[in-house]
């Protein structure tokens, strides 16, 4: 069974760079046939998608968050990062790495937590 | 992007009665719609896959209908476990979407 581990800084500062690594075990990402996503969801709220990469490096984001949102892959350590650009206090969330089976979430990691604050 | 809608927000309940919960999208979807547990402190876990495919290692007590815009969670004869928030979530076209949730209280 597929496993996804979120790691990263805890805290970030507004207007920085907030970055986050996947670690997939249990399945190779470049095998191919899933996509690989990025999840938040603020404290006590519901789910927002970030977006996905496929193994091949093509992606897609949300528009509400395009304009921050980069997401890239190495299939040689089996990784998936996000990147979020000019974080603020709304970006405080917890953050999951899943797996996608034509657009289904069907495994998620345990996610993180990350609060932007200075 | 597709809106999908579920009630109520809240309910609460005794054990071993029947739940149902709905999710409504905003244009028809099929049945691309999924239905998640979350636990505090946990990560959602996929209960029913398109409407109404059993998720492996789902209870079965857990069932799922509908199709178009309009869906259901069906949990019979309720457990305490099972107090948790569900959600709905289509993967009919991107962006993907999620309902709100369902924040379900066993008295």
């Known amino acids: 069974q597929v496993q996804l581990q979120e790691s990263g800084p805890g805290l970030v500062k507004p207007s920085q760079t907030l970055s986050l690594t996947c670690t997939v075990s249990?399945?190779?990402?470049?095998?191919?046939?899933?996509?690989w996503s990025w999840i938040r969801q603020h404290p006590g709220k519901g789910l927002e998608w970030i977006g996905y990469?496929?193994?091949?490096?093509?992606?897609y984001y949300n528009p509400s968050l395009k304009s921050r949102v980069t997401i890239s892959v190495d299939t040689s350590k089996n990784q998936f990062s996000l990147k979020l650009s000019s974080v603020t206090a709304a970006d405080t969330a917890v953050y999951y790495c899943?797996?996608?089976?034509?657009?289904?979430?069907?495994?998620w990691g345990q996610g993180t937590l990350v609060t932007v604050s200075s | 992007e597709i809106v999908l809608t579920q009630s109520p927000d809240f309910q609460s309940v005794t054990p071993k009665e029947k739940v149902t919960i709905t999710c409504r999208a905003s244009?028809?979807?099929?049945?691309?719609l999924h239905w998640y547990q979350q636990k505090p402190d946990q990560s959602p876990k996929l209960l029913i896959k398109?409407?109404?495919q059993s998720f492996s290692g789902v209870p079965s007590r857990f069932s799922g209908s509908g199709s178009g815009t309009d869906f259901t969670l069906t949990i019979n004869s309720l457990e305490a476990e099972d107090a948790a928030t569900y959600y709905c979530?289509?993967?009919?076209?991107?962006?993907?979407?999620f309902g709100q949730g369902t924040r379900l209280e066993i008295k």
């Open positions: 899943a797996r996608e089976e034509q657009w289904l979430v069907d495994y």
């Open positions: 398109y409407a109404s």
């Open positions: 244009q028809s979807i099929g049945s691309s």
């Open positions: 990469i496929y193994y091949s490096g093509s992606t």
């Open positions: 979530h289509q993967s009919s076209s991107l962006p993907i979407t």
């Open positions: 249990g399945g190779s990402i470049s095998s191919g046939g899933y996509y």
